[in-house]
């Protein structure tokens, strides 16, 4: 894939985003009651969705306008 095909890709992504964020800050008030604590997203502690879930909620602060629930807040 071209270069130019990736970025007319992208531009169609980012074009999307003025309905797309808002159904992602309701996606993440459902998560927030799946998140066991501040510390781990499981009752059993540290594992690896806890290493997944960082991995995703980081990436997601590059974008503008999330309204993220207090324990989603903590984790990104």
Known sequence: ???????????????????LVPQLSKA???LEP?????EFCTEGGLSYDDIDLWARMRSMTVI??????P??????
């Not at 130019?4 to 169609?12: F, L, T, V």
């Not at 799946?34 to 501040?38: K, N, P, R, T, W």
């Not at 503008?64 to 629930?69: A, L, V």
């Open 1 to 19: 894939m071209s270069l130019d095909q990736k970025y007319k890709y992208y531009e169609e992504a980012y074009a999307e985003s003025p309905a």
């Open 28 to 30: 993440l008030v459902e």
């Open 34 to 38: 799946l998140i066991f604590c501040a």
């Open 64 to 69: 503008k306008g999330i309204e993220y629930p």
């Open 71 to 76: 324990k989603a807040r903590r984790r990104r």
